[in-house]
């Protein structure tokens, strides 16, 4: 229950409407992306969490472009939970703000 597993279907419907709403932008050029909503700024590799996410678009074959990567996060929604999953891992659910 406290898992990704266990939360994600919470955090989609949250996040997204369940895909309703796929991107968000935000007032500091940032832009939410996906069924979860991750932060743009997590597409580059600045911290943990960004190195983690070059690694799982370089498995899914995204380039190291920012603009790929909020495509491919926004229209694939495997490769965005994928994302979400290791955000979760890493940062646990308090990384969205509904987590909060």
């Known amino acids: 229950m406290f898992g990704f597993d266990g939360q994600k279907d919470r955090l989609a419907f949250l996040e997204s409407s369940n895909?309703?709403?796929k991107i968000h932008f935000?007032?500091?050029?940032t832009a939410d992306c996906g069924?979860?909503?991750i932060n743009s700024r997590h597409?580059?590799?600045r911290d943990t969490v960004g190195r983690e996410f070059s690694r799982?678009?370089?498995r899914w074959g995204i380039g190291g472009k920012?603009?790929?990567?909020v495509v491919a996060a926004?229209?694939?929604d495997s490769l965005n939970e994928d994302l979400a999953r290791s955000l979760f891992n890493i940062r646990g659910?308090?990384?969205?703000v509904t987590g909060r």
């Open 66 to 69: 920012l603009h790929e990567r």
């Open 26 to 29: 935000n007032v500091n050029q």
């Open 74 to 76: 926004v229209v694939n």
């Open 43 to 45: 597409f580059v590799e």
């Open 19 to 21: 895909g309703r709403f």
């Open 35 to 37: 069924v979860y909503q």
């Open 93 to 96: 659910i308090r990384a969205w």
């Open 56 to 58: 799982i678009f370089k």
